[in-house]
DNA sequence: TCGAAGTCTTGGCGCTGTCAAGATACGCCG
DNA sequence: CGGCGTATCTTGACAGCGCCAAGACTTCGA
């Protein structure tokens, strides 16, 4: 079976598309991501993406969905293995890390079609890997458990874009995750 | 003295142009932002704009530069007035919300030109404003004072930016100033 | 085997940011 | 007060962009 250097079908442009989208979007951010780009590196016609994406928001909503399904799993995994919501919250902060590209998009409803179906589904599954692992965390008496729930998201979410946009002074380390641990030392401890 | 309709020169065409683009960034964000339009809004060629602040950047750089100036103004004062540091974070969920398209700048390099010497100055004021009032904060034993205001920073940004890209849910209910005083209780508390 | 559905290409439209060159008004220096 | 340098703005053009319409090619099922 010969090589064909470029069959008229990809095999799974799909695929490719956000592969690349990732990589143009983890080096230079959503804002300069060029679909005609993405098709010529990925060797197809410059009108190819809008028929998996429809538009450029199609794209990007897809990109975010998956950044939902994927932060979940990671979430729960490391809340059934360690039983800690402060490993839960570093957790947020490493799959920031790990996939800059997914996370910068899936908070920016301005980018995406925010009745997409699948979006849903995949926002929905996020927040209850986020909001169960409060459940059973020791609180001070008459606390609100859902605020403590927003509070830790709040900080670790807030480290998470600090930290992927520079911001944060050079001093406190190379280590986002140890950041994470130490900065949610601060938080619910008892009066 | 007749009434120019469309005088050869604006006036302020700087400040006109900021306060366009202010507007036209707190309704759509500044990824749409197009330059042609806010010359058409303000009435002036579509090449005015260049002259003033280089290219779309150099616009997004003052903006983001006039942001850190009010926002480090906002957060003395405050703090001269409250002596509190919880206050201070308050304030700057406040400034957030007050000029949400300042704040959807300031902390996106990727949009700016960073080595801009007004952004730095004007940057370097905000984090005074923000680590001054850390220094008589109570904290436990051997706590990072440094570590501490990077956490209440981490927090309130945030809570923020999910305030402001609609992530949080409704039931916290509408005043961004009282939850992030409500979820600020959190931090610090002694052990 | 043949047609329908899925996948990709070609071509074109209006929009964008940016550059170059020229027109106009302001303000300073004589 | 007059003239000129300079700041300000306009006009025109170019390449690249997202998106749409129409057509070509391929796959798959009836």
């Given at each position: 079976m010969?090589i064909?250097p470029?069959p008229?079908?990809?095999?799974?442009?799909?695929?490719?598309?956000?592969?690349?989208?990732?990589e143009?979007?983890?080096r230079?951010g959503?804002?300069?991501?060029?679909l005609?780009?993405?098709?010529?590196?990925?060797?197809?016609?410059?009108a190819?993406?809008a028929?998996?994406?429809g538009?450029?928001?199609?794209?990007?909503?897809?990109?975010?969905?998956?950044g939902?399904r994927?932060?979940?799993?990671?979430?729960?995994?490391?809340?059934?293995?360690t039983?800690?919501f402060?490993e839960?919250?570093?957790?947020?902060?490493?799959?920031?890390?790990d996939?800059?590209?997914?996370?910068?998009v899936?908070?920016?409803p301005d980018?995406l079609?925010p009745t997409d179906?699948?979006?849903?589904?995949a926002?929905?599954e996020?927040r209850a890997s986020?909001?169960?692992?409060v459940?059973g965390l020791?609180?001070?008496?008459?606390?609100d458990?859902r605020?403590?729930?927003?509070?830790?998201?709040s900080l670790v979410?807030g480290?998470?874009?600090?930290?992927?946009?520079?911001n944060?002074?050079a001093?406190?380390g190379?280590?986002?995750?140890?950041i994470?641990?130490d900065l949610?030392?601060?938080l619910?401890?008892?009066?």
């Amino acid at each position: 079976m010969p090589i064909e250097p470029r069959p008229y079908h990809h095999g799974d442009l799909r695929r490719a598309l956000i592969d690349a989208a990732l990589e143009a979007i983890a080096r230079d951010g959503p804002a300069t991501l060029s679909l005609r780009d993405l098709a010529r590196r990925v060797g197809v016609s410059h009108a190819a993406p809008a028929h998996h994406f429809g538009d450029k928001t199609g794209l990007l909503t897809a990109i975010a969905a998956e950044g939902y399904r994927r932060m979940a799993s990671d979430l729960t995994a490391v809340f059934e293995r360690t039983g800690s919501f402060l490993e839960v919250g570093v957790a947020y902060v490493g799959f920031a890390v790990d996939h800059p590209a997914h996370f910068a998009v899936m908070f920016r409803p301005d980018l995406l079609r925010p009745t997409d179906p699948e979006l849903l589904a995949a926002n929905a599954e996020s927040r209850a890997s986020l909001y169960g692992p409060v459940e059973g965390l020791p609180l001070p008496p008459g606390a609100d458990r859902r605020r403590a729930a927003v509070a830790g998201w709040s900080l670790v979410h807030g480290l998470a874009t600090l930290y992927l946009d520079g911001n944060l002074p050079a001093e406190l380390g190379a280590d986002p995750r140890a950041i994470a641990r130490d900065l949610a030392g601060f938080l619910f401890t008892r009066r």
